[in-house]
């Protein structure tokens, strides 16, 4: 990752922001902690299309001198970082929804997004014949646009039609106002139905029903709404392998468990012999696979097994996908304030963190057969102990709650740019993983 993620704004330009004159210093705030938040964009079978990336402030911040509002300040320091090399090297085949200020389009970071990926979304407040201009120049010039649906006034028509993408905000907004928002808008061709804030599977089959195109929102990550299940007998057999596992059994016990399953054999051994894994010659017996892993590696790779064996469906990829960036984001997040002989607990708790969801069970019953050690289980069901704090703010920084997330890395000693640099680490690890 390039240095330039690690400070967001340009440092002298910042610098000359917050001292722009030494009369108006004085009663200018300093601004307030920046932290990114993502939200994922899956399509109708649940697939992982892309990001939502935000910047959210601890509290309202007043203009500073200098500048010309804090929101651009924000936007260059969201644009820095989703130019980094590395991010988008890692990101190419996902879109990056940037929600961004209409002041913001004409800033000349623009010009460094990969067109083919990049999404601007944009809600003029006022429509200016003067914005309506550049975003129909950005959009020529193949930039996608993406115009929320409250934006969409006569006067926005032509704009509409040139959007890739239309927003509907359905947080709180009931089945038969969707329809006539639909019905209001259903002349302009061409641009996709983006749902934001899908909260819950009710919302998430309706607004599928009326044909949007892609959801934004952790709904899939809560349990549904039926009746909890019991454990499946596959997923029964990868927890008995973690227990020995965990109690670190001879690896002769471990391999005749694996030969009991051949699909989970074979899983093994195509995930260690994956370029992921880096080896130089290619390992054909469980036994020596075992030996090439480790208890610990093992360990991590059985924790994502639970949401694959089988015949995963979209919704299990899904969790599995976010459950690997919370894991490697609260890792990285506690690498230094966690004792080396506890840090393996910080990926166990992010990826187990999940499960409640993926199992559809109270998180009692699906941590039970588990042979889980007491800090662990203390993060998971009482939200105390060393893991818990780090879990919290990754969670945090996947929602809106931004007093939260500034709150948990005060506490942590945590600057925003260190917990943003682990964030933005996350997606791009996870990215690596084949899953």
């Keep these: 990752m390039s240095t330039a993620m690690l400070n967001p704004l340009p440092r002298q330009s910042f610098r000359q922001t917050e001292t722009a004159s030494a009369a108006d210093s004085a009663a200018a705030p300093v601004p307030l ?36 509002s804090m929101r651009q300040i924000r936007d260059e320091a969201l644009l820095v970082s989703v130019i980094d090399p590395e991010y988008q090297k890692a990101m190419n085949h996902r879109l990056t929804l940037l929600k961004i200020d209409p002041t913001t389009l004409d800033n000349p970071l623009l010009e460094n997004l990969p067109r083919e990926n990049s999404v601007l979304a944009v809600h003029p407040g006022n429509p200016t014949p003067a914005l309506l201009a550049r975003c129909q120049t950005l959009s020529r010039e193949g930039y996608a646009l993406a115009l929320d649906e409250a934006a969409v006034l006569p006067g926005m028509l032509p ?4 959007s890739r993408f239309l927003r509907f905000d359905v947080g709180d907004t009931d089945l038969m106002s969707l329809c006539d928002r639909l019905v209001r808008i259903q002349g302009i061709q061409g641009p996709r139905l983006i749902a934001r804030n899908v909260e819950s599977e009710e919302t998430f089959a309706a607004c599928r029903k009326l ?56 899983k093994m051994l195509r995930f260690i012999n994956s370029p992921a894994v880096g080896l130089r010659h290619p390992i054909r017996s469980i036994g020596h696979a075992l030996i090439m892993l480790g208890h610990d590696q093992l360990y991590r790779w059985l924790t994502l097994l639970l949401f694959t064996h089988q015949e995963a469906d979209g919704r299990s990829r899904a969790q599995l996908r976010n459950a690997l960036v919370r894991a490697r984001f609260v890792e990285i997040l506690g690498q230094d304030g966690v004792k080396k002989e506890d840090r393996d607990g910080l990926f166990i708790v992010g990826i187990l963190s999940m499960l409640e969801a993926l199992l559809n069970l109270p998180m009692e019953r699906v941590l039970a057969p588990l042979n889980l050690s007491e800090p662990i289980l203390a ?57």
């Excluded at 993502?38 to 007043?62: M, N, T, V």
């Excluded at 704009?159 to 040139?162: F, R």
């Excluded at 057999?237 to 965990?246: A, D, G, P, Q, T």
Aim: aromatic share 10%.
């Design 33 to 68: 902690p920046r932290f990114i938040t993502r939200q994922p964009l899956l399509d109708g079978d649940f697939r992982l299309l892309g990001y939502e990336l935000g910047i959210k402030e601890a509290s309202p911040l007043p203009v500073l001198p200098g500048a010309n």
């Design 211 to 266: 044909s949007f195109d892609l959801f934004q929102g952790y709904f899939f990550t809560r349990p549904l709404p039926s009746a909890a299940r019991a454990i499946d007998t596959s997923r029964l057999r990868i927890i008995k392998l973690m227990n020995l596992v965990i109690s670190h059994a001879e690896f002769p016990l471990i391999e005749v468990q694996f030969k009991l399953d051949p699909g989970l054999a074979f």
């Design 379 to 435: 993060a998971l069901l009482h939200g105390r102990g060393i893991y818990a704090p780090y879990l919290l703010l990754a969670t945090a920084c996947e929602g809106n709650d931004s007093d939260a997330t500034a709150r948990l890395a005060e506490t942590l000693g945590l600057c925003p740019e260190t917990v943003n640099l682990a964030h933005l680490h996350a997606l791009i690890w996870s990215e690596g993983m084949d899953v």
């Design 159 to 162: 704009l509409a039609q040139q």
